[in-house]
């Protein structure tokens, strides 16, 4: 540990210091593009709790941070880096930083802002037709019954889209564009969100039963905080109906996941699409013998494309900070 720290001091001496938490799944292509620029303390290589790692490498000499959703920047975290001034996100989602701590001492943030929104609005999407089509559960079972040659009507019937009653909970970016989508296909729309947005025709609700018990579908687009954890609880559920579909692509904790099983197991709910879970990377072992549910790890915002662009976004909020320039995706913060 002693030489790789010596080489890291001779070889990127007067670069600013960027702590790696995670990493971000990026990184590994971000490194080589930005390593003259900046130098990377990656924790995640060391065997050393977090605090023995930043004492090796002076904690008041770290002004920045980049991490992934699957890092919990806590207070405590914060803490151990006096003069942190900024954290970049490769996620949307900001529910794993304490932002508030952050605004107490005028750390910058900055996120994904909305380059993941048409990705994941696609995998809504691709997740709701999946499981009320039951393409992927049509797939498993040709595979496995036509070697005995049962007869191919005896597979379940799905359910059409066209038409379907769709709740859109969070109709910020990526809510919009699961609605935009769902248009095409005749869905009639209606959201749940933080306020009424003016500017917007869609009914809306703002008791999510009431969302529920009017519609079909309930697609979750919104943010993990205080106010939305287990937004989806079972009186939602049953609400929603035993003919209903739930799509998850925002946080995991949005769902009462115990109870979204519960009522599954239980026939309270038609089915569900997850691309996140609760307490991941574990997934409930329930889920996977259910036909009636799609599941995904969480990868709704990650596709070939949007990869590189995550990479060059951070990297550019970097460059920004340390240039003294606006930050490229800033994360608005209250005190």
């Known amino acids: 540990m002693a030489e790789e720290v010596n080489h890291s001091s001779s070889d990127m001496k007067g670069l600013p210091k960027v702590l790696v938490l995670g990493p971000p799944f990026c990184f590994s292509s971000l490194q080589p593009l930005y390593s003259h620029k900046f130098h990377f303390l990656k924790s995640h290589l060391s065997d050393l709790s977090l605090q023995h790692f930043l004492q090796l490498h002076h904690p008041p000499s770290i002004t920045a941070i980049i991490c992934d959703s699957g890092y919990s920047v806590t207070a405590e975290v914060l803490r151990l880096l006096p003069s942190l001034r900024l954290l970049v996100t490769t996620s949307a989602g900001t529910n794993h930083i304490d932002l508030r701590e952050c605004g107490r001492r005028r750390i910058q943030v900055a996120g994904a802002g909305g380059m993941f929104s048409e ?11 999946d499981g009320m089509r039951k393409i992927s559960a049509a797939d498993r079972w040709l595979r496995t019954q036509n070697r005995h040659n049962a007869p191919w009507h005896s597979f379940p019937l799905g359910s059409k889209l066209s038409g379907k009653q769709v709740g859109i909970i969070g109709l910020g970016s990526i809510g919009m564009e699961v609605a935009k989508r769902l248009e095409s296909f005749g869905c009639i729309i209606s959201y749940n969100s933080k306020h009424k947005k003016a500017a917007v025709s869609y009914p809306f609700y703002s008791s999510v039963v009431e969302l529920a018990t009017t519609c079909e579908v309930l697609v979750l687009c919104c943010e993990l905080n205080e106010q939305t954890k287990h937004i989806i609880n079972r009186e939602v559920i049953l609400a929603l109906g035993k ?14 996941e115990k109870e979204l099983v519960k009522c599954l197991m239980e026939g309270e709910i038609g089915g569900a699409g997850l691309d996140v879970f609760e307490n991941e990377p574990r997934v409930p072992q329930e889920l996977f013998e259910m036909n009636n549910v799609v599941l995904s790890p969480h990868a709704a915002a990650i596709t070939a494309e ?4 995550m990479c060059e976004l951070a990297g ?4 920004a900070f340390f240039s003294n320039k606006p930050l490229i995706t800033p994360v608005m913060l209250t005190e």
């Open 119 to 129: 990705d994941v609005a696609d995998m809504a999407v691709a997740l709701l037709i």
């Open 243 to 256: 003919g209903g579909f739930i799509v998850n692509v925002g946080r995991g904790g949005l769902i009462d």
């Open 306 to 309: 949007s990869f590189m662009n």
């Open 316 to 319: 550019g909020n970097l460059e």
